[in-house]
C-alpha cells in the first residue's frame, strides 16, 4: 500500500483522515484496511495510520487479519445494541479520538453517516474524484510480485486441471441406456 501517496492525497485536500464506512465488498475499504469483514465497518486513515472500528463479532479476526495499527470495537466506546443515534455518536467519538476534526469521504459512502459526523462538528468533504481509487491503482513492488506469485499459481493449477481432464475416461452415454 501506498502511504505516502495516501498522505499526498490528504495534503492537497486539506482533510485530516480518509473515512469509509464499507464492508470488503467495497475494493477501496479492502485495500485501506486489508480486512474481509463481511459487514460493514469504519476504517480511519489519519496521520499515516490505518485504524479499523468493527463489531464485537469480527474483533478477533481484525485484530489478525487487519492491515491496521490500531483496531477496536464497538464496545470500546459502550455501543453493543444501541440505536442509529448511538452508533452515529460512535463512529464521531471514533473519529475525535484519533485527533481528527475533517475527514474525506467516498462518493459511495452512506450520506447517513456523512450527516451524522457533520451534524456531531466534524467536516466531511465527499471525494467526488475517487482518488483513493487512483492511488489503489498503481502498485507497490510487492503488490506487483503478489500478483505475478498469484497468476503463476493459477496458470499452474490451469495446467494440471487441462492434464487431469485429458487423461480422464470418458463413458459412452449410450452404454448406460442398454
Same mark, same amino acid.
Given at each position: 500500500?501506498?502511504?505516502?501517496?495516501?498522505?499526498?492525497?490528504? +495534503?492537497?485536500?486539506?482533510? &485530516?483522515?480518509?473515512?469509509?464506512?464499507? +464492508?470488503?465488498?467495497?475494493?477501496?475499504?479492502?485495500?485501506?484496511?486489508?480486512?474481509?469483514?463481511?459487514?460493514?465497518?469504519?476504517?480511519?486513515?489519519?496521520?499515516?495510520?490505518?485504524?479499523?472500528?468493527?463489531?464485537?463479532?469480527?474483533?478477533?479476526?481484525?485484530?489478525?487479519?487487519?492491515?491496521?495499527?490500531?483496531?477496536?470495537?464497538?464496545?470500546?466506546?459502550?455501543?453493543?445494541?444501541?440505536?442509529?443515534?448511538?452508533?452515529?455518536?460512535?463512529?464521531?467519538?471514533?473519529?475525535?479520538?484519533?485527533?481528527?476534526?475533517?475527514?474525506?469521504?467516498?462518493?459511495?459512502?452512506?450520506?447517513?453517516?456523512?450527516? @451524522?459526523?457533520?451534524?456531531?462538528? %466534524?467536516?466531511?468533504?465527499? &471525494?467526488?474524484?475517487?482518488? %483513493?481509487?487512483?492511488?489503489?491503482?498503481?502498485?507497490?513492488?510487492?503488490?506487483?510480485?503478489?500478483?505475478?506469485?498469484?497468476?503463476?499459481?493459477?496458470?499452474?493449477?490451469?495446467?494440471?486441471?487441462?492434464?487431469?481432464?485429458?487423461?480422464?475416461?470418458?463413458?459412452?452415454?449410450?452404454?448406460? @441406456?442398454?
Amino acid at each position: 500500500m501506498h502511504r505516502s501517496r495516501l498522505d499526498e492525497m490528504l +495534503s492537497d485536500i486539506e482533510a &485530516d483522515g480518509y473515512l469509509l464506512d464499507a +464492508s470488503q465488498d467495497d475494493a477501496n475499504q479492502l485495500y485501506l484496511s486489508g480486512f474481509t469483514g463481511p459487514d460493514p465497518f469504519v476504517t480511519l486513515y489519519a496521520d499515516g495510520e490505518i485504524h479499523v472500528l468493527v463489531s464485537g463479532l469480527e474483533y478477533g479476526r481484525a485484530r489478525n487479519e487487519a492491515l491496521a495499527d490500531t483496531v477496536e470495537r464497538h464496545a470500546d466506546y459502550d455501543y453493543e445494541y444501541g440505536g442509529r443515534e448511538e452508533r452515529n455518536d460512535m463512529y464521531a467519538a471514533f473519529v475525535r479520538d484519533k485527533g481528527v476534526d475533517s475527514v474525506l469521504m467516498p462518493p459511495r459512502g452512506p450520506v447517513g453517516t456523512a450527516d @451524522a459526523l457533520r451534524d456531531r462538528g %466534524i467536516d466531511v468533504t465527499v &471525494d467526488a474524484d475517487d482518488r %483513493i481509487q487512483e492511488v489503489r491503482a498503481v502498485k507497490t513492488d510487492e503488490e506487483v510480485s503478489a500478483i505475478r506469485a498469484a497468476q503463476a499459481a493459477n496458470e499452474a493449477a490451469m495446467r494440471r486441471a487441462e492434464s487431469m481432464l485429458a487423461a480422464a475416461d470418458v463413458a459412452d452415454e449410450s452404454d448406460d @441406456a442398454a
